[in-house]
């Protein structure tokens, strides 16, 4: 019998790294058990995200903006709202084999309010998941330290309830612990974007092509991947793009150098805030070498992206996903941590000198680029090296969900 494998996460909102690993586990699961049937729920159900991914999208339960989800709790649980939305949602769960929730920064408090945000989303879909009698895993999770106590709870249950947990880093485990989540029996793996496929050879240069922007001249070419931090306050996101403009002086000072500015995420709506085209267009605009900085315009799926690391000599990433992208291409990179999951990843690349705070000024993230490229070759071996060590663990990913899902049939009490 063909098995029905559900995915809830942070899919179709132009994110590098959300999508990701979902082309990782269809791809897997896909060899592993012939032609199992993919859904995902999504904020915006797209038929292009579909042939792309090899999924069927369908309404998830949040509001398409920031607008109508105002004053609101979920879709479908509002007293006004109809009933067929919410039944939609638990219908396909309760029709599901497996339903796998990640990968990403879940378990936090951004958002967190009564049935609204990340985590409450994720124990309000294991709930129907458990009525239903469907096995839920949760998929390669990150995880901040809680302080509200109904976080805390909540985390536990959602937990505790689930068939398989996995982890991307050590630092989730700890976080968890460190505010009195009780952990039952997980699994840490890798980043399971690391396992994604690639891109064709090539790609890269033909989106260059694409954007009318020069190759590679005489000089370096920086990869710089930002994210808009307004949500850590406006002082913060000042201090850091004052930093980062200084950083793109500097590099640029240098003759022939130039700066590539890479979007990890395009998703406009509401704001730019996760468009970081915008704060892109930005920083070129503050910068004194502005025809040196090039802003990649386009929104490009996640191996796109990958791909055009390997027009760079050297790389800074403040989105963990440019980190990851840029270490598999062989690229020296600089990781900045704005959360823990980025010092996470350097963890596991045992490369812990290679990131720095969010906060860094840019004359200790220049000294640290020219300390990388001193010695670029040994930079690269060793990060190839240690990849492919990780990757060679992802299929622990693909062995879970597999025996989870194998034995298809009603799941109904």
């Keep these: 019998m063909t098995p029905t494998i559900v995915f809830d996460g942070g899919y179709t909102l132009w994110s590098a790294g959300d999508d990701a690993p979902l082309a990782f586990m269809t791809d897997g699961l896909a060899r592993r058990l012939g032609t199992p049937v993919f859904k995902a729920f999504v904020r915006h159900p797209h038929a292009s995200f579909d042939r792309r991914f090899g999924v069927q999208t369908l309404p998830n339960l949040e509001h398409e903006s920031k607008a109508g989800a105002a004053g609101r709790w979920f879709r479908g649980l509002?007293?006004?709202?109809?009933?067929?939305?919410?039944?939609?949602?638990?219908?396909?769960?309760a029709q599901a084999d497996l339903l796998i929730m990640g990968a990403g920064n879940f378990i936090t408090e951004v958002g967190m309010d009564v049935l609204r945000g990340h985590l409450p989303r994720f124990c309000t879909m294991a709930l129907m998941a458990q009525m239903a009698g469907t096995p839920y895993m949760l998929f390669g999770l990150s995880a901040n330290v809680l302080h509200n106590l109904w976080a805390v709870r909540a985390a536990g249950w959602l937990l505790r309830g689930a068939a398989a947990v996995t982890f991307r880093e050590r630092m989730a485990v700890e976080n968890l612990r460190a505010c009195g989540v009780a952990l039952p029996e997980h699994t840490l793996l890798p980043d399971a974007a690391l396992g994604a496929p690639r891109a064709p050879q090539g790609r890269g240069d033909e989106i260059l092509r694409q954007e009318q922007i020069p190759s590679r001249a005489a000089g370096l070419r920086l990869a710089l991947a930002v994210r808009d931090?307004?949500?850590?306050?406006?002082?913060?996101?000042?201090?850091?793009?004052?930093?980062?403009?200084?950083?793109?002086?500097l590099w640029c000072a240098r003759k022939d150098n130039d700066v590539l500015l890479v979007p990890q995420c395009c998703y406009h709506a509401d704001s730019g805030i996760t468009d970081d085209r915008v704060l892109g267009r930005t920083l070129r605009?503050?910068?004194?070498?502005?025809?040196?900085?090039?802003?990649?315009e386009g929104c490009y799926h996640y191996d796109d992206i990958e791909s055009l690391y390997t027009q760079a000599d050297c790389a800074v990433a403040t989105r963990l996903h440019g980190s990851v992208f840029a270490a598999r291409m062989g690229i020296p990179v600089v990781g900045l941590a704005y959360e823990d999951k980025v010092r996470g990843f350097f963890g596991q690349l045992q490369a812990e000198d290679q990131c720095l705070p969010w906060d860094a000024p840019a004359t200790d993230i220049l000294a640290l680029?020219?300390?990388?490229?001193?010695?670029?070759?040994?930079?690269?071996?060793?990060?190839l090296h240690r990849i492919e060590q990780l990757q060679q663990q992802l299929a622990g990913y693909i062995d879970i969900a597999a025996a989870l899902a194998a034995p298809a049939g009603d799941h109904t009490p």
């Design 229 to 249: 931090l307004s949500w850590m306050g406006s002082h913060a996101a000042a201090l850091y793009e004052r930093h980062q403009t200084e950083l793109i002086n």
């Design 369 to 383: 680029l020219d300390s990388l490229m001193l010695r670029a070759q040994a930079v690269r071996d060793h990060m």
């Design 78 to 93: 509002n007293f006004t709202d109809p009933r067929g939305e919410l039944a939609a949602v638990a219908d396909t769960v």
């Design 285 to 296: 605009g503050r910068s004194r070498f502005s025809d040196k900085v090039h802003v990649i």
